[in-house]
């Protein structure tokens, strides 16, 4: 079965500075990783996603996420973080054959001026 | 373009009162459909799932009870809320079949209080 672990449950980063956000997955095979963002009181929104291919992708609002199988990983990145970034973020993990998706467990981005 | 509508968007309902939200999809046909719940400050709890209509199957056992009565339809309910059913609910859809490179698209949520 599949599994998703986000360490970090807060990080805070100053407005204008880099972010990396932390995910690793468990699955025997390639998995499909996604990666969403939740707003106060809103549904989640799909950033990005990778199936195959190209490792490193590219999705909505500047953010960017690399796939490492030799680190089980799928970080996500930033280079720049604007006010409007605070917000949750969860990775979550699918495979061919399965209904669900398997979601971490989020990590809540606080951006300082 | 595919669309999700939920509602309502909050509720506020007292201890041993019935419950029952609404999600409809539109613009596809035979999609997944998907009842997540996030309770304050954790993460999301998959409640039920539909692959089809009539067919539910159940994540968690608990207080409440799922129905797909159509194709782009899907109804949480409960005889008899508790305290515990609070929370923040997230109805999902994403294609059918079991490519699991489909991605999930939420709707925007349903607070529920109860008092």
């Known amino acids: 079965a599949q599994s998703v672990t986000q360490p970090d449950i807060h990080i805070t980063v100053s407005e204008g500075a880099s972010l990396e956000l932390r995910c690793n997955y468990s699955?025997?095979?390639?998995?499909?990783l996604f990666w969403y963002v939740q707003s106060p009181g809103q549904g989640l929104q799909l950033l990005l996603k990778?199936?195959?291919?190209?490792?490193l992708v590219q999705g909505i609002k500047g953010f960017e996420a690399e796939f490492k199988r030799s680190q089980s990983s799928f970080n996500l990145r930033k280079p720049s973080v604007h006010w409007s970034d605070a917000a949750e973020y969860f990775c979550?993990?699918?495979?061919?054959?399965?209904?669900?998706?398997?979601f971490g467990t989020g990590t809540r981005l606080l951006v300082s001026p | 373009s595919q669309t999700i509508h939920q509602w309502p968007a909050t509720l506020v309902q007292p201890v041993g009162s019935p419950l029952s939200l609404e999600c409809t999809v539109e613009?596809?046909?035979?999609?997944?459909l998907y009842w997540y719940r996030q309770a304050a400050g954790r993460g999301l709890q998959l409640l039920f799932y539909?692959?089809?209509?009539?067919?539910i199957s159940s994540e968690v056992p608990q207080n409440l009870s799922a129905s797909r009565p159509q194709d782009r339809q899907f109804i949480l309910s409960s005889k008899k809320l508790l305290l515990s059913d609070s929370g923040f609910y997230l109805c999902?859809?994403?294609?059918?079949?079991?490519?699991?490179?489909?991605?999930?698209?939420f709707g925007n949520g349903t607070r529920l209080t109860v008092t």
């Open positions: 999902a859809w994403r294609a059918g079949g079991t490519q699991g490179n489909s991605p999930l698209h």
């Open positions: 699955y025997g095979a390639t998995p499909y």
């Open positions: 990778y199936f195959s291919g190209d490792t």
């Open positions: 979550a993990v699918g495979a061919t054959g399965f209904q669900k998706l398997v």
């Open positions: 613009g596809t046909s035979n999609p997944n």
């Open positions: 539909s692959v089809g209509i009539g067919q």
